[in-house]
Nanobody, 121 residues
Framework: QVQLVESGGGLVQPGGSLRLSCAVS????????VGWFRQAPGKEREFVAR????????YYADAVKGRFTISKDNAKNTVYLQMNSLKPEDTARYYC??????????????WGQGTQVTVSS
């Protein structure tokens, strides 16, 4: 049984920062990635960033490149998403997922419940 629990969301002003956490328990997948995705109301779930569990490989969506940083602490089985220079269009529910790699949400079998990020003045 794999469980992912996100935390760290909230309300922040444009230009502000937040750090999301994704704690993974039950099992880790050394051959795969942990990905962050987001979904705004009325929109499809979209890829944000991913990091490989066992290698120093990261990949970002163009919309967040240079503003967001994904990192991991393997000892804590936790992945982080540092979000800087936040914009109103970053408002969404953010999910972490594992069990696959790549940028396609449907390829990931394990998901957390999500954490809401709202960027507004």
């Amino acid at each position: 049984q794999v469980q992912l629990v996100e935390s760290g969301g909230g309300l922040v002003q444009p230009g502000g920062s937040l750090r999301l956490s994704c704690a993974v328990s039950g099992r880790t997948f050394s051959s795969y990635s942990v990905g962050w995705f987001r979904q705004a109301p009325g929109k499809e779930r979209e890829f944000v960033a991913r990091i490989h569990w066992s290698r120093d490989f990261t990949y970002y969506a163009d919309a967040v490149k240079g503003r967001f940083t994904i990192s991991k602490d393997n000892a804590k089985n936790t992945v982080y998403l540092q979000m800087n220079s936040l914009k109103p269009e970053d408002t969404a529910r953010y999910y972490c997922a594992t069990g696959s790699y790549g940028t396609v949400a449907n390829a990931y079998p394990y998901w957390g419940q999500g954490t809401q990020v709202t960027v507004s003045s």
